[in-house]
């Protein structure tokens, strides 16, 4: 699959997530048959401004080949800045109109750029015109149920350069509730004629992605929460692969523990992996008080005991 002129290995992406799509998740994701990953969001005011190093310090660029990077803001010629000091590094570069973070949205930013059709556009452009890299917008279906515009904001968006547009089919109000309106999706895709089309929402299974992709006639599908604590999702969808048992589900958590650890140190690294191993053991055996206990780890070592030991506590009367 092609977005702009860069190759991808396939169709089937994962998802920009806050907190979540790190370095160590976006590989573990990449193993499993991913075909392109993004980084967390990252302001384009902390880019301009030479935060960036950090990003790219996090990044595994040899491994994520292609790699994307999704900006967020709303100033245009500060996007562009961001995405012209970005350069050489990144191979793709996504702008979020799609977050509905409060934080976000009260400045204008991320979905709340939805009530702004011109204004999105502008920026849209503006980073367009400012890089030779593909750049791609992830929006939602609009705002709220008295703003349903994402064939607008879809059309905006490939006139003005984007070579690619994901479209989460919820409304910014319901945020990740409910069910995704994949016959919105399949209108912006109608509705496009030049660039690849994006689903994104409820892909939580092979049978989801496939039903997906024959509702909405997409080029490709995005997976988000669905990934989360089973990266094996994604070789579920590419080639009906099984659910793995417990053993290989905790091995690839303590995998994922070890490298978050080596990326970020113990200490933090062991903080961040609390959300991820939480999700990794639900479905085990007494999942709910070994996801207290895991909440309260503060090494390796106590995550690997509760994680693998032979009798463990959790599971005591």
């Not at 990740?176 to 016959?183: E, K, L, R």
């Not at 994604?234 to 793995?244: C, D, K, Q, R």
């Amino acid at each position: 699959m092609m977005i702009g002129n860069v190759q991808v290995e396939n169709n089937v992406f994962l998802a920009p997530m806050a907190g979540i799509t790190d370095r160590s998740f976006r590989q573990i994701c990449r193993e499993m048959g991913c075909g392109l990953s993004y980084s967390e969001m990252v302001s384009a005011k902390s880019i301009r401004y030479g935060n960036f190093k950090q990003l790219l310090d996090a990044a595994d660029i040899e491994r994520e080949n292609p790699w994307a990077v999704q900006i967020f803001g709303r100033e245009p010629e500060i996007m562009a800045d961001a995405a012209k000091k970005l350069g050489d590094e990144v191979d793709i570069i996504d702008i979020n109109m799609g977050c509905p973070a409060p934080k976000i949205v009260k400045n204008g930013e991320g979905s709340a750029l939805m009530k702004e059709p011109l204004l999105a556009g502008r920026i849209i452009e503006a980073v367009s015109k400012a890089v030779a890299k593909p750049v791609t917008v992830k929006i939602r279906k609009g705002f709220n149920n008295e703003s349903l515009n994402a064939v607008e904001i879809a059309k905006i968006a490939q006139e003005s350069g984007a070579a690619a547009v994901t479209v989460h089919g919820r409304t910014r109000e319901q945020f990740y509730s409910g069910c995704a309106d994949w016959d919105a999706i399949a209108e912006v895709k109608a509705a496009l004629s030049r660039i690849p089309v994006i689903a994104n929402g409820d892909i939580v299974s092979r049978a989801a992605a496939e039903a997906a992709l024959r509702h909405t006639n997409c080029d490709g599908i995005m997976a988000a929460r669905g990934a989360m604590g089973n990266p094996w999702l994604f070789a579920e969808i590419l080639t009906g692969a099984e659910a793995p048992g417990r053993t290989e589900r905790i091995e690839c958590a303590l995998r994922h523990l070890r490298m978050s650890i080596e990326h970020k140190g113990q200490h933090v690294g062991v903080l961040e992996m609390r959300k991820h191993l939480s999700w990794y053991v639900k479905g085990l055996p007494s999942a709910a008080r070994l996801r207290t206990l895991i909440n309260k780890a503060v090494t390796y070592a106590e995550m690997e005991e509760l994680l693998t030991s032979k009798t463990p506590e959790y599971q005591q009367p």
